[in-house]
């Protein structure tokens, strides 16, 4: 049976490329912009004026 510290070197080369995606990750995160917009749209078959009339005023 391998003793723990056989098993020494592949923990640390675990534990590095584990470290090495984390600062990945945080890297391409950091290059992200700060805020984003999200847009929906939907065609309505029916005349403006009437679609208007009911999405106006939304409270």
Do not use: C, Q, W
Not at 21 to 38: I, K, M, Q
Request: no cysteine.
């Amino acid at each position: 049976m391998p003793s723990v510290k056989d098993n020494i070197p592949m923990i640390k080369t675990i534990a590095l490329v584990l470290l090495a995606a984390l600062a990945l990750l945080l890297a391409f995160a950091a290059t992200r912009p700060d805020t984003f917009r999200v847009e929906r749209s939907r065609v309505i078959a029916a005349p403006p004026e009437r679609v208007y009339g009911l999405i106006h005023d939304l409270r």
